[in-house]
């Protein structure tokens, strides 16, 4: 079995969330999703599950963070730095924030991050390697 990453998120309204996702390009997985979670798949090798909150507190005692906090951004890898901007213009135009942080553009990588409608951080980045800067690819 390959590695894979199951993010799992806490979600306000769960068909909000499954709206959101879609319109950013996840796919729905409904052998995995019910009336209180969502399997939403972004590649074969990551998924993101969304939680209605009484579900969350079936996996964790720990508090649910306000929306205007951040303990994690996860990144995903885009094929272009128009995948990102279109990316985060569907954010925004779903229900999300765009450009919560400034834009970051180092020529070879370029990211803007959003926030989902419960506030969890996204940043999609796009990167051409064979255009690193010598001295950054130097460990």
């Known amino acids: ?59 964790t005692a720990r508090p649910i963070p306000p929306p205007t906090s951040s303990e994690v951004m996860l990144s995903l890898s885009c094929e272009s730095r128009e995948a990102v901007d279109a990316m985060n213009a569907a954010a925004a135009a779903h229900g999300g924030e765009a450009d919560i942080n400034p834009i970051q553009d180092l020529g070879f990588m370029y990211g803007r991050d959003f926030a989902d409608p419960d506030g969890h951080a996204w940043g999609p980045v796009w990167m051409d390697p064979s255009a690193i800067p010598h001295e950054q690819q130097a460990g």
């Open 1 to 59: 079995m390959p590695k894979m990453i199951f993010v799992n998120l806490p979600v306000a309204d769960l068909k909000t969330s499954m709206a959101f996702y879609t319109a950013l390009g996840f796919t729905n997985n409904p052998a995995f999703s019910d009336e209180t979670a969502a399997c939403m798949v972004w590649s074969e090798a990551i998924y993101v599950m969304l939680l209605t909150h009484a579900k969350w507190r079936t996996f």
